[in-house]
C-alpha cells in the first residue's frame, strides 16, 4: 500500500500569467505559498487485474479505457499501468472549484503514488513538469502551471512560466519568524460557492488573446509578483495588503465571472473591518476568499463575515510525498 499527501495553495500574486496565451509571448509568474490542508491518494495491489477507483463515486473496471475519471485514466495511462490495482482519494476540505488548486493537487499525488507503487523515485520538478502534461495536454484542460508546481514544490515560492514552456521555481529565503508572522495575518473563508474553473479560464484566455487592455493587466500583475517578492526577501510587509488589492482589482477586469455582487460585498465588508488586502483565490466566481489582516483585525472581520466559514490555515514546506510505502510484489500489468 501506498499513500501520499499532496498540500493545495494558496496564489497570492500573478494568477492568470500562467495561462499559455500570455506567457507563451511575454512570460509569467506567480507567487505563491502551499498551505496544511491536503489530498491524499491511497494506491493498494488489487487482487485481480482489473481497476477500482473510489472518489465521489467508485468505478471498477477491466481496462483502464473503461476508466471514466479522465485524469485517473490518462496518469494510468501515461505510466503504462495496465491494472491491477485500487485508487482511493479522500480531502482535507471540497474537492471540486474552490479556488485552491484541488485538481492539480490530485493529479501531482496520484502520479506519486503510482510512481512509488512501481518502486520508482521522482522528483518535484519532474512531478510538476508531468501534472502538467497530463491535466493540460493529454486530458485537454484549459488551465495555467502554477498549481502543479505549488502542489508539488510546497513552500513559498516565486514560480515563473517561461515562452519555450519551461518552469522555474524559486523559494524564497526568509526566517522562520518572519514566515509566522505572514501566516498569522493570512484570513480564509470558505464562500460555499464552487464553480468551473475551466469555463472561466476558457473565456479568460480568449479574452487575454483578444484584448490589448487585459493583457496590459496581467503585465501589471507580473510586476506585482516582483515586487511582493522584493519586499518579502526585505523582510517587509507593509506593502503586503496595497499589493494584494492592486492585484485584486487588475484579476477582476480579466473576465466579467470572476466576482459578482455578493463577492464584492463580502471583499468591501472585510477592508471596511480592518483588512489590508485580499483576494478570491483561483479562477473566480466561487471559492475561497483570502485577506491579509493585523491579526488584531481577525475577531472583527469574523464578526463582518459570519455567514461565511473561517478555515484556518498554516503554510506547508514539505510538498507532495509519501506518507506511507508498504513495498508489494511486481505490479501488475
Same mark, same amino acid.
Given at each position: 500500500?501506498?499513500?501520499?499527501?499532496?498540500?493545495?495553495?494558496?496564489?497570492?500574486?500573478?494568477?492568470?500569467?500562467?495561462?499559455?496565451?500570455?506567457?507563451?509571448?511575454?512570460?509569467?509568474?506567480? $507567487?505563491?505559498?502551499?498551505?496544511?490542508?491536503?489530498?491524499?491518494?491511497?494506491?493498494?495491489?488489487k487482487f485481480d487485474s482489473g481497476t477500482r477507483v473510489a472518489y465521489s463515486r467508485t468505478e471498477e473496471v477491466d481496462s483502464v479505457e473503461q476508466i471514466q475519471h479522465p485524469i485517473v485514466r490518462a496518469t494510468m495511462g501515461y505510466l503504462g499501468i495496465?491494472?491491477?490495482? =485500487?485508487?482511493?482519494?479522500?480531502?482535507?476540505?471540497?474537492?471540486?472549484?474552490?479556488? @485552491?488548486?484541488?485538481?492539480?493537487?490530485?493529479?501531482?499525488?496520484?502520479?506519486?503514488?503510482?510512481?512509488?507503487? %512501481?518502486?520508482?523515485?521522482?522528483?518535484?520538478?519532474?512531478?510538476?513538469?508531468?501534472?502538467?502534461?497530463?491535466?493540460?495536454?493529454?486530458?485537454?484542460?484549459?488551465?495555467?502551471?502554477?498549481d502543479q508546481y505549488a502542489a508539488a514544490f510546497g513552500g513559498l515560492n516565486l514560480i515563473e512560466f517561461h515562452p519555450d514552456e519551461s518552469v522555474s521555481v524559486t523559494p524564497l529565503i526568509c526566517p522562520r519568524d518572519f514566515i509566522v508572522s505572514i501566516e498569522k495575518q493570512v484570513l480564509m473563508f470558505y464562500t460555499g460557492i464552487t464553480r468551473s474553473a475551466s469555463d472561466i479560464l476558457v473565456r479568460q484566455s480568449a479574452g487575454i488573446e483578444r484584448a490589448? =487592455?487585459?493583457?496590459?493587466?496581467? %503585465?501589471?500583475?507580473?510586476?506585482?509578483?516582483?515586487? $511582493? %517578492?522584493? =519586499?518579502?526577501?526585505?523582510?517587509?510587509?507593509?506593502?503586503f495588503g496595497e499589493i494584494l488589492h492592486e492585484n485584486w482589482l487588475l484579476k477582476k477586469s480579466l473576465a466579467e465571472e470572476i466576482t459578482n455582487d455578493a463577492i464584492d460585498g463580502w471583499y468591501r465588508r472585510a477592508l471596511q473591518a480592518g483588512a489590508k488586502g485580499g483576494k478570491l483565490l483561483g479562477a473566480g466566481a466561487g471559492g475561497f476568499l483570502m485577506f491579509f489582516a493585523p491579526p488584531d483585525r481577525h475577531d472583527a472581520i469574523k464578526v463582518a463575515l459570519?455567514? @461565511?466559514?473561517?478555515?484556518?490555515?498554516?503554510?506547508d514546506f514539505a510538498g507532495s510525498r509519501i506518507v506511507h510505502y508498504q513495498p508489494t510484489s511486481e505490479l501488475t500489468q
Open positions: 500500500m501506498i499513500i501520499s499527501q499532496t498540500p493545495l495553495r494558496v496564489s497570492f500574486v500573478g494568477g492568470g500569467s500562467d495561462l499559455p496565451a500570455f506567457y507563451r509571448q511575454e512570460g509569467g509568474a506567480v $507567487l505563491s505559498v502551499a498551505i496544511d490542508k491536503y489530498v491524499y491518494v491511497n494506491v493498494n495491489r495496465r491494472g491491477g490495482v =485500487e485508487i482511493t482519494t479522500i480531502a482535507d476540505i471540497p474537492s471540486k472549484g474552490t479556488g @485552491l488548486g484541488s485538481s492539480s493537487t490530485f493529479t501531482v499525488g496520484l502520479l506519486h503514488a503510482l510512481n512509488a507503487f %512501481r518502486g520508482q523515485y521522482v522528483s518535484k520538478a519532474k512531478l510538476g513538469a508531468d501534472s502538467c502534461l497530463i491535466e493540460i495536454e493529454l486530458c485537454g484542460a484549459p488551465i495555467g502551471k502554477q490589448a =487592455e487585459k493583457r496590459k493587466a496581467l %503585465r501589471r500583475m507580473v510586476e506585482l509578483t516582483y515586487q $511582493l %517578492r522584493d =519586499e518579502l526577501q526585505r523582510w517587509n510587509l507593509d506593502a459570519g455567514e @461565511l466559514q473561517h478555515i484556518p490555515v498554516k503554510f
